[in-house]
């Protein structure tokens, strides 16, 4: 039986010694340099620029095993995982491609090959899906590809199957590259009878290939399909809309050409071809996974019984499947955090968290312990995870000792929630609320994805429509008002850009060739006055953003018109000036002068204080420090560094001493050209971890002449943007903030040149602005400060004191007021401003006082209003509900609110309306008690 090193070998192999393919490394699941995806999710994401016709490589052919992810966002196969087995957030997809060579006919003969050749798989278990064509979307059957199955094989022709468009026709956008795809599925069926099963999302018969034949260029000649599939994606109601569906807009305004090159695309899951290969029906069965179940058995003091019915052995395969998907990613450069692709992480990991804590007891951080088992079983394949195991094992306990903390409270929370949700129920499916889905993620760390899964194993669903809304309420956003071009997936080819000119100076000349306008390229018409779109050159002496260097702003001028460069991007081997006509017009072909605007040396100040400032790092706090990330721009320099505390104010001081040594030392700051193999091996190169790197690759030396004189002195990086000439121009280094980012993960902030001294003679003045008012001198402020802060601290306390008695007498007096129903107390009124625990002190101070009373008070705080709602054990029981209640008089006062039946609170701005509320609130809870 082949082993799973075995077989991924032997693919690679066939596709580079017997036809002529490169081997291509896998990228990182973390995109360092596209901003579109959270994750890598397929073979074809490094190469999207050939795809696009912006980019090109050195060969035509290429190979390799992909590391992908598929969690969040559009491609997410979380909710699947460990229900079924063959499902994974991260998997490998082994694929080949050509760019421009073969195609269709070379792609399916050496497919079939392959597998029945090398492989030898059973021709009776294989099945073939080819596209049938879509009459409305104007799309012509694959004929072309079910031939080539019958005559360059030899398939049953019974086992070619047509396929509708969901299934077999790709496509990267709305508008870009597309073409129809052909699928291989293998059939496990005892009798081979799994014909009728294929494309049916059945384990009987997996799809374990698919060739993908990139061959037309989908575009909008008209812009109003575009306008029109923007509109029917951003409008919820879409009843009042002239078209039906979507697909009758792209039916009615979509165009497709032949593309110039056609490519082929295919992958292939490497655990699906393995299972396969050795006879099981589970990928979890086969050596991808046992090395890891082995590992997972030990702590949990289990075995893996491979059923799926059985919530141990699911609880196995998830943890397995999510410590891969999580160990890959921090060694692909991957945070954990609340946002984007670190708030998936934290949600992954969370859930294999709580399957050990549930299923399998563990109450200690363990998914860390199970790191070495996976890189001693992949890291030869993948020396990334030996490269970085000590960061891995470290950022995930960190993680899990920090759920572990809310953990069990957040359980006990989802009990109540169940309880609830069943006594509610009426006959229906039990739904748990929106508003304890919400609370379980806000309070104690439960991501909606892990209460979902929680309700799925106790047969409940959750309402994550309220769940969402709350969480859209709870979130501040904010979105500016100019409008932006948007550049994603475009149609048409972008010529190349000869960007070598942005190392000359500010001003160059060049020809318009066209821009780039709702993601089609125009290489023909006008340009008019106002217009936003993305104009392209034959050559540019503009940075396009990259490398963390912000892009070039500045003016486009032809005898026509003039353009305004806002930003400047790179897309493949093309440079995107992006901006707006801002007077008259411009037209392809027409002569241009381009003039960077003068901050761009502030820029360069910043960017060659920042290799300084990494150089220093580790000097003065160690080797470990490894860039993370860097924004550079006429502003200021951020920088993201691994490091575990924040830095003394001494290691600061010493940092900026280090970086202005280099400057006043005026050292010369040197671009070389060289090959990437040989720059690797100059002394203390720094590169970006994850960041793709040309070859030759531009090597940025800082006080020494050429690469061999570099000593640990020196400051030698892979970067690509543009420098100071000699590390005296930037005039003065001075760190403003630091901060952490992330865990393991600091932030540092500084200034060059002007702005650094603008920002020490800020400092300056706000240090004799506290000598004047403390009449003292510099070095004294800390002692005076401090004295200041004890009294104030001391003069606090007897306010509090003070305003604990006022309290008590008012709540007194309201509770001897209180109006009286059927035996219990009602108890409302307004009372005097005070921090909040001494006012839900008062509240429990007569919940314990009255076993039968019913609390509301409100207060006005400087214009903003509060309230709080309370009630015992007793009037809970006859009816009283302290959430419904604040939920219903909040609007009065023109806020929100919400809680328990026993306590609830909200906040307004509408403090005339606190009576009115208050009268209200005696009103509802009356009703409340009567049965209402």
């Not at 912006?54 to 060969?59: D, I, V």
């Not at 030392?665 to 690797?680: E, F, I, R």
Request: glycine share 10%.
């Amino acid at each position: 039986m082949l082993k799973a090193s075995e077989i991924r070998q032997q693919f690679i192999d066939f596709f580079v010694e017997k036809h002529g393919h490169t081997f291509v490394p896998s990228s990182p699941v973390v995109p360092a340099d596209d901003p579109t995806l959270l994750f890598t999710n397929a073979g074809m994401n490094q190469f999207k620029d050939v795809f696009l016709g912006a980019g090109s490589r050195p060969y035509s052919r290429a190979v390799n095993s992909q590391k992908c992810i598929r969690a969040g966002g559009k491609h997410n196969d979380l909710d699947d995982v460990g229900r079924d087995t063959y499902h994974h957030t991260f998997f490998e997809m082994l694929g080949n491609w050509s760019f421009g060579d073969y195609f269709k006919k070379e792609a399916i003969g050496w497919a079939w090959e392959l597998l029945t050749k090398v492989w030898q798989l059973d021709k009776n278990r294989l099945h073939v899906t080819v596209f049938e064509g879509d009459v409305g979307q104007k799309l012509a059957r694959d004929d072309e590809a079910a031939e080539y199955w019958r005559t360059q094989t030899d398939i049953d022709p019974t086992h070619i199957h047509l396929g509708n468009k969901k299934d077999n026709f790709w496509e990267m956008g709305d508008t870009g590259p597309c073409g129809p795809c052909t699928e291989i599925h293998y059939d496990r069926t005892p009798d081979q009878s799994g014909g009728k099963l294929v494309n049916a999302g059945r384990p009987e018969v997996i799809e374990i290939w698919n060739l993908v034949f990139i061959q037309f260029n989908s575009y909008y000649p008209d812009p109003q399909g575009v306008e029109q599939l923007k509109k029917w994606d951003q409008t919820p109601d879409k009843s009042k809309l002239p078209f039906k569906s979507r697909d009758e807009i792209v039916a009615k305004y979509r165009k497709l050409s032949p593309l110039p090159a056609k490519h082929v695309d295919t992958g292939m899951g490497f655990e699906r071809i393995t299972a396969v290969l050795q006879g099981k029906d589970s990928n979890y069965d086969t050596d991808v996974f046992a090395p890891l179940m082995d590992a997972i058995g030990e702590i949990a003091n289990r075995r893996y019984g491979g059923k799926l019915d059985d919530l141990s052995d699911l609880a196995f395969r998830v943890i397995a499947d999510h410590l891969r998907m999580l160990s890959f990613s921090v060694a692909d450069g991957g945070q954990f955090g609340n946002k984007g692709r670190g708030s998936v992480m934290r949600s992954v990991l969370r859930r294999a968290v709580r399957y050990g804590w549930q299923v399998f007891n563990l109450r200690e951080p363990f998914l860390f312990k199970l790191v070495n088992a996976l890189v001693d079983h992949m890291g030869h394949a993948f020396k990334e995870l030996k490269f970085r195991s000590t960061e891995m094992i470290e950022q995930i306990r960190s993680e899990e000792s920090e759920f572990l903390t809310t953990i069990e409270r957040g359980i006990q929370l989802f009990e109540k929630a169940t309880v609830r949700a069943k006594n509610s129920a009426k006959g229906r499916v039990p739904v748990i609320s929106g508003e304890d889905a919400f609370e379980l993620y806000t309070t104690y760390g439960f991501p909606i994805d892990l209460t979902r899964q929680m309700g799925q194993e106790r047969g409940l669903a959750v309402d994550e429509a309220l769940y969402q809304l709350l969480i859209d309420e709870h979130t501040v956003k904010s979105r500016g008002d100019k409008e932006k071009v948007v550049i994603s997936a475009i149609s048409g080819t972008l010529p190349r850009t000869d960007d070598a000119p942005k190392f000359e100076g500010l001003k160059a000349t060049a020809k318009v060739l066209g821009w780039v306008k709702d993601n089609i390229v125009m290489t023909a018409g006008t340009l008019a006055v106002e217009s936003a779109a993305g104009l392209i050159l034959d050559r540019t002496n503009f940075y396009a953003e990259q490398g963390g260097q912000v892009g070039d702003q500045g003016t486009i001028a032809t005898a026509t018109g003039r353009f305004e460069v806002d930003d400047t991007k790179k897309l493949g081997d093309g440079i995107l000036h992006i901006g707006r006509v801002v007077e008259g017009h411009l037209e392809p072909g027409q002569p241009a002068t381009l003039e960077i605007s003068g901050v761009r040396a502030d820029t360069m100040r910043n960017h060659t204080t920042t290799h300084l400032l990494n150089w220093a790092l580790r000097k003065v706090l160690g080797d470990h420090i490894e860039q993370k990330g860097s924004l550079v721009d006429p502003e200021k320099t951020r920088f993201d560094f691994a490091h575990p505390e924040p830095l003394t104010p001494k290691q600061i001081a010493d940092v900026e001493r280090l970086v202005n040594e280099k400057i006043y030392g005026d050292l010369s700051v040197k671009a070389v050209v060289m090959p990437l193999a040989d720059a690797k091996r100059v002394h203390g190169v720094r590169a970006v971890f994850g960041e793709k790197y040309p070859d030759p690759v531009r090597v940025l030396l800082i006080g020494a002449e050429k690469p061999e004189d570099v000593t640990a002195e020196h400051s030698v990086e892979f970067c690509g943007g543009t420098h100071l000439r000699h590390t005296g121009e930037a005039g003065f280094f001075k760190i403003v903030t630091q901060e952490a980012v992330g865990k393991g993960v600091r932030r540092v902030i500084g200034v060059t040149g002007r702005e650094a001294v603008a920002t020490v003679q800020r400092l300056s003045s706000v240090v004799e602005q506290l000598t004047g008012k403390f009449r003292c001198q510099p070095d004294d402020l800390p002692g005076r400060i401090e004295g200041l802060e004890a009294e104030i601290k001391k003069l606090q306390q007897q306010l509090k004191k003070g305003t604990s008695g006022d309290l008590v007498s008012v709540t007194d007096k309201l509770l001897a007021s209180a109006l009286e129903l059927n035996g219990a107390k009602i108890v409302v009124g307004e009372i005097p401003s005070a921090p909040n625990e001494q006012i839900l002190t008062q509240l429990d101070r007569l919940r314990q006082k009255v076993s039968n009373v019913v609390v509301v008070f409100g207060w006005n705080d400087e214009g903003k209003v509060g309230l709080l709602a309370g009630a015992t054990k007793d009037m809970v029981a006859k009816g009283a509900h302290a959430g419904n209640l604040i939920k219903q008089i909040a609007p009065l006062i023109g806020g929100k609110g919400g809680g328990k039946p026993d306590m609830a609170q909200a906040g307004g701005k509408d403090a005339a309306k606190l009576g009115e509320a208050l009268e209200q609130a005696k009103k509802l809870a009356g009703e409340q008690l009567a049965g209402k």
